[in-house]
């Protein structure tokens, strides 16, 4: 399983001669490779202001009482 998607194109390039190799070092020519993506391992990356708040606020919830206390905007 790979975490993202541009891992796994990587890896679909490199496939046939990867395969190759293996099938000829371990004398197994029934093996086949099946790539996955993982998508709850995918990175979610935040790029507006509040999604940053909201990934902050995760991460250590004592940031809303800071937001609070002095009365900022996100």
Known sequence: MFPNETNKIELERQQYELMG???KSLN???IN???TVNE???K???YTTREKF???KEKNAAI???RKTFDLDI
Request: avoid cysteine; hydrophobic fraction near 40%; charged fraction near 40%.
């Open 28 to 30: 197994n020519f029934e």
């Open 40 to 42: 709850e391992k995918s």
């Open 64 to 66: 809303e009482a800071l």
């Open 44 to 46: 979610k990356y935040a």
């Open 21 to 23: 190799y293996l099938r």
């Open 33 to 35: 490779l099946s790539i």
């Open 54 to 56: 909201e990934k902050l």
